[in-house]
Structure formats: structure tokens, C-alpha cells
């Protein structure tokens, strides 16, 4: 699977839009782009994934660029309950189950 | 609906002493995995199952047994604990689907002395 690099963290004001990045230069065609995140050492957390198309839903926006090298995560109006590290993984379609979690991002969310 | 629910919460171990941490799942999920997650670490998978009766090894399955006798339970043994097995210990699973998102437990915190 396709390595990713996320920066090691990241801060956000409440209530703005917080834009984590993933690069993700060496993913091949039919690996997916996930994240998730994991609050204060709960058990990891699905947000939203895509292939290369962006994606929304109730969570999160999904941009991914035109040649899916890198993607951002949105959270459109940040709240202190995502303060969170955010994971950004490539996985091939019928391999979600042995995902490769990196370090992820810490999001820190400041009122 | 109770998703993934992982027994015990805590545990604490001797060095070479045995133990079972259980992991069972209510959604009729194929696909069931362990991850351990070690301070300032990613998870990392230790074994994993595509349905009940066929494991597998992920990255780190040293010191540790699995099985899959029914596609609720996916139990994970550790024959003769070490302090390096001192971790906190995360399930999940979700449906065989390609893209289906894992489903995660809220972990066992185990400690090896």
C-alpha cells in the first residue's frame, strides 16, 4: 500500500474550517484514501474515504486532487470535540480490514 | 446495538503469565482485526480474520494466538506475556465489502511486569 505523510499537528480555531493535507504521491490506481481519527486514545473513528472523486457527508468533506497525489480532509465548522489525531490512510479496495495506520495528525481545536 | 465491545478494560500481567482478551461483534461483521497501539504510535496490526475459520498474520503476530470459531468472537491470546506486549490492545471489524469502514472496540490497556 501507498505511504502517506500528514504534519505531525496542526491547530484550528473554534468554529472555523480546519484543512488537514495528506500526501500521498505514490498511490496507485485503485487504492482508496481513508481517515479516521482517534479521540483522547478511544478506539479509532471512520470519518470518510474516496477514490477520486471528492466526497461528503455528515462528518467531513473529502477533496482529492485531479491526480490523486494528495487530498485534504475538511471539517467545516471545527468544534473542541475534534480535537483529535486524524489519520490519513491508501489502502486497496478489499483490504479495509488490515489498515496501516501512521502517527496522523494532531488537530488541536482552541476556543 | 452494542458494536464492538472488547473485555477486560484493564489488565494487569506478570511476566510469562497467560491470558485471553476477548473481542465480540453484534453487526454479523466477515472481517475482524487486532491492532495494538504502543505511546506516540500508529496502530499496528497483529492478526486479523476474513470469516469464522481462516486467520492471518499482520505485521506484528509474535507472542500472540488467534482463532475464529464464530463470526461474533475473535479472540486474541497471549501464551506467555512479555513486558514488550504492554500496549493498549484495540478489536475491530466490519463487513467484507471492499470499502466498508472498520468498526473499532474502545481498547484493553494492558500492562506486563
Redesign the interface.
Known sequence: DAKTTQPTSMDCAEGRAANLPCNHSTISGNE?V?W?RQIH??????II?GLKNNETNEMASLIITEDRKSSTLILPHATLRDTAVY?CIVAR??S?????????TLLTVNP | NAG?TQTPKFQVLKTGQSMTLQCAQDMNHE???W?RQDP??????IH?S?GAGITDQ??VPNGYNVSRSTTEDFPLRLLSAAPSQTS?Y?C?S?Y?T??????????TRLTVT
Open positions: 482508496y481513508y479516521y486514545s478511544q478506539g479509532p473513528q471512520y474515504h489519520y479496495g478489499g479495509n480490514y488490515k489498515l496501516t495506520f501512521g502517527k496522523g | 464492538v472481517y475482524m482485526s491492532y506516540g504510535m500508529g496502530l499496528r496490526l486479523y476474513v499482520g505485521e493498549v484495540f475491530a466490519s467484507s471492499g470499502t466498508s469502514p472498520l468498526h473499532f472496540g474502545n481498547g
